[in-house]
């Protein structure tokens, strides 16, 4: 045993006056502006206290809706590949720690062979006394017991480099984890207010459906009573089938709307429908904060910045390659012929000594892989400051989206309500026969066209408030990351198991 405790106390020495190489990570500079650009055009309400103050979503206030956002976080199954992914990183981070620990290996042992006896000639007196006999084969049994400890001693920080590069790997997955939900969510809800303005455009269709017909059935009396032509009561025949056709079409798109809700929700579309309802709501108010802040929010931006950290430690990992592997190692060995007497002193047989391993000439490969490490890490560093940029201009586009949308929803809804009084009027004005029922069939056209614009308007809106949740980060923030801590908390208890 004194030879383990020699192996132990020299380890831990050494791993005492170690040093980690390579450069210690910082993270790189973005440019972030002061505010938003877009925010002075787009000014949110003033917030509620009674607001739910729930997941993003809850702010639409959709029971529905919070249900199916619910099911995407459990069946979606591109969410679970991504969770396998992040396990698999995870894992692989476990790997890495092991190695801050020696191996140690037992091999027991148990052989048996045969040894063949000689031959021996015998002497004696008398005539015809010449004698000899045979040897005979015995058994042997040899009961062996061998460990063995092979530790490399972490010198120059290379398996330190390691793991952190891997730590920063298990980040990242955990922030495309977070992105991949994220992206899933507002696709569904993307999809789900888009079937519902589906049943709104239907239920107006099927509103100005039953005007037209009516229209039609002033027009067709009007044409037995000899005050109209014929061609007014096609001219009515052709805008009611039309606007009939129109409703029926409109099936086409809320079908496909509710197959891709079954697949985000992790079902087949055959066993999935979602009753037609026109539903009320409003665009809710949404607190933008600061452009600083964005950096914490999205989970694709800390995703990029610990692929940064992952990087720097990998540069880290490379320079320690140019300094010598040390290596402790010792055996312990016993050897008897018999089993009750494996364990005693006499038969132990051990050895310590220590492994020290030196690359003399590689003709440049290190180099080569440190000059791969740093441009790996510089590659890494456009990559998040792209993706800061990105994320800058995704939130400026949804705000002034939705301040350009607010205004024209506005504008459009006094436009809905004069097309509106101006077929009232048109209507009475024909039915007395002042003017042409072209002028009738002109106002109703417009009339609907203004009201699909208005209701194309407020969708619009809805989904720019989602985009703009979503480019916000959704309510995420990068303290949800697993922490350095964590990951030696995971290390120690994979030790002690």
């Known amino acids: 045993m004194t030879g383990w405790k020699t192996v132990v106390q020299a380890g831990l020495g050494l791993c005492l006056m170690s040093c980690t190489v390579g450069p210690d990570y910082q993270r790189p500079a973005a440019v972030v502006p002061a505010n938003f650009k877009e925010q002075d055009g787009w000014k949110p309400g003033t917030p509620r206290d009674d607001v739910n103050r729930g997941p993003w979503w809850s702010i639409y206030q959709d029971p529905l809706l919070d249900r199916l956002e619910r099911q995407v976080a459990v069946d979606n199954q591109t969410l679970k590949a991504s969770e396998a992914a992040y396990r698999e990183a995870m894992a692989v981070m476990r790997a890495g720690q092991a190695s ?26 008398g005539t015809g006394s010449s004698g000899g006999h045979g040897g005979q084969a015995s058994a042997e049994t040899q009961y062996g017991l061998a460990g063995s400890l092979t530790w490399e001693l972490d010198v120059w920080g290379r398996i330190r480099r390691t793991v952190e590069a891997e730590q920063a790997n298990v980040q990242a997955s955990a922030g495309d984890l977070a992105s991949a939900r994220l992206s899933a969510q507002a696709a569904l809800a993307l999809d789900y207010f888009e079937l519902r303005n589906q049943d709104a455009l239907r239920r107006l269709l099927d509103q100005a459906a039953v005007a037209y017909a009516e229209s039609l059935r ?28 129109q409703a029926v079409n409109v099936g086409v798109l809320r079908a496909q709307l509710e197959h891709a809700i079954a697949v985000l929700t992790g079902q087949p579309p055959a066993l999935f429908s979602i009753p037609p309802a026109v539903v009320t709501m409003k665009v809710p108010a949404i607190p933008v904060g ?7 929010r999205r989970p ?3 995703a990029a910045e610990r692929r940064v950290a992952n990087a720097n430690a990998e540069i880290g990992v490379a320079v320690a390659a140019f300094y010598p592997a040390l290596t402790l190692s010792a055996s312990l060995d016993y050897t008897s012929a018999a089993l009750g007497t494996l364990l005693q002193a006499a038969n132990r047989v051990w050895s310590v ?17 440190v000059e791969e490490a740093r441009a790996t890490y510089d590659q890494a560093v456009a990559t998040y400051r792209q993706t800061v940029l990105t994320g800058f201009e995704q939130v400026e586009d949804q705000l002034a989206a939705l301040g350009t949308l607010a205004r024209q929803a506005d504008i459009q809804a006094q436009a809905v309500t004069a097309a509106q009084d101006a077929e009232r009027l048109i209507l ?11 002028s009738v069939i002109t106002a109703q056209t417009t009339a609907l066209s203004n009201e699909e614009t208005a209701l194309s ?41």
């Open 300 to 302: 694709d931006i800390a």
């Open 290 to 296: 600061v452009p600083s802040a964005l950096l914490e």
């Open 457 to 497: 308007l407020f969708q619009s809106r809805l989904a720019a408030s989602v985009a703009l949740i979503q480019a916000l980060g959704g309510g995420w923030d990068a303290s949800q990351l697993p922490s350095a801590e964590a990951g030696e908390r995971d290390r120690h208890q994979q030790a002690g198991s």
């Open 428 to 438: 009475n004005q024909y039915k007395a026969g002042t003017v042409a029922y072209t």
């Open 353 to 369: 000594g220590p492994q020290l391993a030196q690359t003399l000439f590689d003709g440049g490969l290190r180099s080569a892989q």
């Open 218 to 245: 002033i027009t067709g009396n009007q044409y037995k009573s000899g005050v109209v032509s014929r061609a007014d009561v096609a001219q009515a025949e052709t805008q009611l089938k039309s606007t009939q056709a």
């Open 100 to 125: 801050f620990y020696p191996t140690v290996t037992e091999t027991p042992s148990v052989v048996g062979h045969r040894v063949s006896g000689g031959t021996g000639t015998g002497t004696g007196t």
